[in-house]
């Protein structure tokens, strides 16, 4: 086998018709993933909360450097997450607020049962003279056990 003939073979390797659609397939796949790219930019922006059609256009123009500007600028926090953890703060508050009274001339925060201020030592409940629970100062009645104070 001489050099010419050589290179004959090889000019016919590459002539083979399955090079042209191995290279179509790949640009099939790479138009594939650079779409899901964009769209997943697009799902991703919507989530955190931000300009979502502007990022996907950006990951559409710039492919992997779009991709990767996104990665660098988005928003560090999906949009549900902030809500959930605002809910839960609004949540504690509100419980810690029923349970917590503020005593009227301390200021102090002093608990739902408490008959004196721990504080100041100010009046704040009276015991009811039958059952023990702690009633407020203007209440005629117990509501607990119905004894007139
Ligand atoms: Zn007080
Ligand atoms: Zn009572």
């Given at each position: 086998m001489d050099l010419f003939e050589y290179l004959n073979n090889?000019?016919?390797?590459?002539?083979?018709?399955?090079?042209?659609?191995?290279?179509r397939g790949i640009i099939f796949l790479l138009?594939?993933?650079?779409?899901?790219?964009?769209y997943w930019t697009y799902r991703d922006a919507k989530l955190r909360n931000t300009s979502a059609i502007f990022w996907a256009i950006v990951v559409f123009v710039l492919n992997y450097l779009g991709l990767i500007l996104y990665l660098i600028l988005r928003p560090p926090e999906y949009i549900d997450d902030v809500l959930e953890r605002e809910l839960e703060i609004r949540r504690m508050d509100q419980l810690l607020n029923e349970k917590?009274?503020?005593?009227?001339?301390?200021?102090?925060?002093?608990?739902?049962?408490?008959?004196?201020?721990?504080?100041c030592r100010k009046k704040l409940k009276n015991s009811c003279i039958n059952c023990d629970k702690?009633?407020?100062?203007d209440w005629k009645v117990c509501p607990y056990c119905k004894t007139t104070q």
């Open positions: 090889i000019v016919d390797f590459f002539k083979n018709p399955i090079w042209g659609y191995l290279i138009i594939l993933i650079w779409l899901s790219f964009v917590v009274e503020r005593c009227p001339a301390c200021g102090k925060p002093v608990s739902k049962d408490f008959l004196i201020c721990p504080y702690p009633l407020q100062l």
